[in-house]
C-alpha cells in the first residue's frame, strides 16, 4: 500500500471515530491528531487494529484502533466474554478474576472490564486495588474461575499498558483457546457490540483474604524455616519500583520471619510515572541504582527489585569486596534450582518422578545441573504460559520442583501458574540465609555452583526497531538469518542450527535434517558452536525488539579458573557481537 492510499484508510478509520459511538474526550482527541500537519502520529495510531494476539493485547495509550484504551480494551473484553459464554454454557455460573498493576489507566480498563463481563452475565472478581500478577493467577484456581485477566504492560515504559487474558488453570491462555479467543475478538465489527453497561449485581470485590491465604500457601513451600528462624536478622533492601510488589512482598517476607526489610521511600510511591526510573525494569542497572545506594548505606546483603506487576525479581549482591553486582536472570534461575534440588535431595523428598522447567533461551547449565542430579528437564518456548503448560501435562504424572526463565521469572509453587516474584523474593531470601548457615555469601555459593557444574556467561543484546517501519524491518532481518544463515561465529564453526519456525534441526557435522518436537512453531533460530556457545535469535512478542540471546561455557576447577573464564568471556562476547553485527 502506497502512503496515499495508506493515509486516505487511516483517515477514514479516524472519521468513524468522530462518531457518537465514542466519548467526548475520545473524539476531541481523534480531532486534534486529525488536525495535525504532521501525519505521523494518525497513521502510527490507526494504520492497523491493535492486535489481540495470543499473549493478549499490549501498546501505547492514547486514541485510535492501534492503541491501548477504553474501547480496544472493551473489544477484547467483550470478544473474551462470548468465547467464555460459548465453551462453558454448561455451566450455571461463569467467573472471571480481574486484577491490575499500578500504570496510569490500568484501573479504569479493570473496572470497565468488570463491568462488560458483568453486562453479559458474567460473574466478575474484581481485585480491590492493584495486586501482583501471580495473585491473579492464584486468585483463579482458588475461587474457581474459568478465565481471568490481568491489566499490565509488565516493564514496559510508562506509556504503555496491557491485557494478558488467563485459563480456568491460571494460566495464561494456549492453544486451542487462544487462537478461538482471538477469533472471537475479530468478530467484533463495530464498537457497539461491546456491553459497556455493568451489572452491579455480578461484580465482587476481593482483597484482604485471598492476599492472607496466598501468602499462607506461599509458606508451605519453604525448606530450611530453621536456617530462616537462625538468620531472621538478615538486612534485606527491597523495591517495588512504584509498582504492586510493595502491596505483599515486604508482607510474606515479614510472615517467613525476616525482620530487616528496609524499604527505599522513593520508590515506595504507587505511580505509572515511574518518576525514579527511565524503565521500571528490574534488569536493567538503573531500576535499582536507588535500592544499591540503600543498602550501601545500610550495609545490607541483600537488594530485591520487582517489575510493575510483581512477576519477576531483580537482584543485587556484594561481592568478595563488599561492592554489589547484579545478579542476572539466568543466575537467579540457576540458585533457585540449584537451591530446591539439593534441598529436596537433602530432605529426601525426591522419589524420582521431579521435574524442573526452562525455556529454550535460558542457560543450558540449568539443564547440566538437573540431569547430574537425575532430574527431568522440559525446555519449552518463551513465555511462562509454555512452562505452566509443561505443568499442566504433567499434573498427575510428576512432581514439580520449579521452572524460571532468563527474563527474571521464576515459580516455586504448583498452586500459582505463572512467574511469581513474591515467592521469588521469598525464596531468595531464604537462600541468603540458608547460605548464610552454611557459612557462604550468596555471591560466594553462586562460584562454587560454577565451579561444580561449569562457567556460563550469558548476555542478551536487544535491537530496538519501533513503528511500523521498524516491524518490517525486524521481520527482514528474522528471514535474512534463515534465508542466508550464520557459519562461523567468533572463529568457531556453527556445528547445529534449530529453526522453530520450521520445527527443523540441522546438523552440520552429520549433514542431517532433525524434526524438532515442540507443540507449535515459534519465530525463534538458534545457533550453536563447536566452542558450546548457544545464539538465539527471536523478535519479542511484546515490545518493538528483535532479540539475541548469547551463551558461553567453559569448564572451570578453582576461584582462580573462573577468575580468568569471567575476563575471557568478555572478549569472546565483544567478538560474538562483531560476528552478529549488533
Known sequence: MDNEALLKQVVSKANYWLSESYDAETRAEVQRILDNEDKTELIESFYKDLEFGTGGLRGIMGVGSNRMNIYTVGIATQGLANYL???????????????????????????????????NGIQAYLFE??????????????????????????HNPKEYNGYKAYWDDGAQVVAPHDKNIIAEVNKIRDITDVQFIGNKKLITIIGKEIDKQYIDDLLTITLSPEAVKKHKDIKIVFTPIHGTGGQLVPEALAAMGFTQIIHVPEQDVVSGDFPTVVSPN????????????????????????????ADRVGAAIPNDQGEFVLVNGNQTAMLFIYYLITRWKELGKLTGNEYVVKTIVTSELIKTIATQNDIRIFDCYTGFKWIAAVMR?????RTYIG??????????????????????????????????????????????IYIEYGFSKEKGISV???????????????????????REIAGSKVTFIKDFAKLIAFDLIENEKITLDMPTTSNVIQYFTEDH????????????KIKFYIEMHTKVASQEELQQAEAASDAKLEAIRKSLGV
Open 282 to 309: 528490574p534488569e536493567e542497572p538503573a531500576a535499582l541504582a536507588l535500592a544499591v545506594k540503600k543498602a550501601q548505606e545500610t550495609n545490607a546483603e541483600l537488594v530485591m527489585a520487582t517489575d510493575p506487576d
Open 533 to 544: 556457545t548457544k545464539i538465539s535469535i527471536r523478535p519479542s512478542g511484546t515490545e518493538p
Open 464 to 486: 530496538v526497531k519501533k513503528g511500523k517501519s521498524g516491524a518490517e524491518e525486524i521481520e527482514a532481518m528474522m528471514k535474512n538469518f534463515r534465508e542466508n544463515p550464520i
Open 85 to 119: 459464554k460459548a465453551e462453558f454454557s454448561n455451566l450455571p455460573e461463569i467467573k472471571v478474576a480481574i486484577a491490575h498493576d499500578c500504570r496510569n489507566n490500568s484501573r479504569k480498563f479493570a473496572e470497565i472490564s468488570a463491568n462488560i463481563f458483568s453486562a
Open 403 to 448: 521452572g524460571g526463565e532468563e527474563s527474571y521469572g521464576f515459580l516455586a509453587e504448583d498452586f500459582v501458574r505463572d512467574k511469581d516474584a513474591v515467592s521469588a523474593c521469598m525464596l531468595l531470601a531464604e537462600i541468603a540465609a540458608w547460605a548464610k548457615e552454611n557459612g557462604k555469601t550468596l555471591y560466594r555459593l553462586i562460584q562454587d
Open 129 to 154: 486495588s492493584l495486586r501482583p500478577t501471580p495473585e491473579l493467577s492464584y486468585a483463579i484456581r482458588k475461587l474457581g474461575c474459568q478465565s481471568g485477566i490481568v491489566l499490565t504492560a509488565s
Open 393 to 397: 501435562e504433567n499434573e498427575g504424572k
